[in-house]
């Protein structure tokens, strides 16, 4: 299906890996430009290497739990047609384990990271009156537990923000939305899920234990999401804005 996303630039956080990366192998298979941003100029490079489509992938190393960060980032590349906010790593635990350093550090980077981001970036899409900004967000902001509480916490918070926002933008032809995936297969659900059983069982080498009975049997794959994210972005999807999809398998009905 071909999305009419050809041409469109797009800027990925969180894009070295994961759904970061996945979201740019679909984004360019439908002929879009890349701008991958992670703070490991390293890994970015591997990354922008192994997607193998030259001149079409850029990549901006970039520490984005820092407010000047985030505005090198916007005074570097302006003119983004879709901003997939992606990056973003809370860490599991109750909290009584979590100290409120953690929480600051863990929030700079997500919850205002994705705040700072959006009206970087929505300033000038209103300007030009059109543009998508994409918030991969999380279910645990649907579904919040004590062991994640930073991070669900968190993402109740961004889907509050995303339903506000994207109420108004589209005043001005900018539609605001978020995905949020369950469990996928990434590096991060092994050091959640390692957490989780250290604090449930004293033992995180029983974190595979974590992962059963997971909807159709399985964790999602990086791409699943990376297709909603790019078909939600679409002209196929263009009366989408203020909602947060759960991409969940139904989880969050299977008690």
């Not at 630039?9 to 990366?21: C, F, H, P, W, Y």
């Not at 890349?34 to 591997?46: E, F, N, Q, T, Y």
């Not at 906010?85 to 980077?109: F, K, R, V």
């Not at 062991?147 to 339903?163: I, Q």
Request: overall charge neutral; hydrophobic content about 45%.
């Amino acid at each position: 299906m071909d999305l009419k996303l050809s041409g469109r630039r797009v800027l990925i956080t969180g894009g070295s890996k994961g759904i970061g990366e996945a979201c740019a192998r679909v984004f360019l298979a439908e002929g879009c430009s890349i701008v991958l941003i992670a703070r490991d100029a390293a890994r970015l490079s591997a990354t922008a290497a192994a997607l193998g489509e030259g001149n079409r992938v850029m990549t901006h190393a970039a520490d984005l739990s820092a407010d000047s960060e985030r505005e090198r980032l916007a005074a570097a590349f302006p003119d983004i047609d879709i901003l997939v906010n992606n990056a973003g790593a809370i860490p599991a635990g109750g909290l009584l384990d979590l100290s409120m350093e953690t929480w600051d550090q863990a929030w700079a980077l997500k919850v205002m990271g994705y705040i700072h981001l959006t009206k970087l970036y929505l300033a000038g899409m209103k300007e030009r009156g059109s543009g998508v900004i994409v918030n991969i967000i999380g279910g645990a902001g649907r579904s919040p537990r004590y062991d994640y509480v930073c991070g669900g916490t968190g993402n109740a918070a961004l889907m509050a923000f995303t339903g506000a926002v994207g109420g108004r933008s589209v005043e001005w032809g900018v539609r605001v939305f978020g995905v949020n995936p369950a469990q996928t297969r990434t590096d991060r659900i092994i050091s959640l899920s390692k957490t989780r059983a250290k604090i449930k069982f004293g033992d995180e080498a029983r974190w595979e234990e974590m992962l059963t009975g997971l909807p159709l049997n399985r964790l999602i794959e990086p791409d699943e999401i990376a297709n909603a994210a790019a078909f939600l972005a679409s002209p196929a999807c263009g009366y989408v804005s203020g909602t947060v999809l759960d991409v969940d398998g139904g989880g969050a009905f299977r008690g």
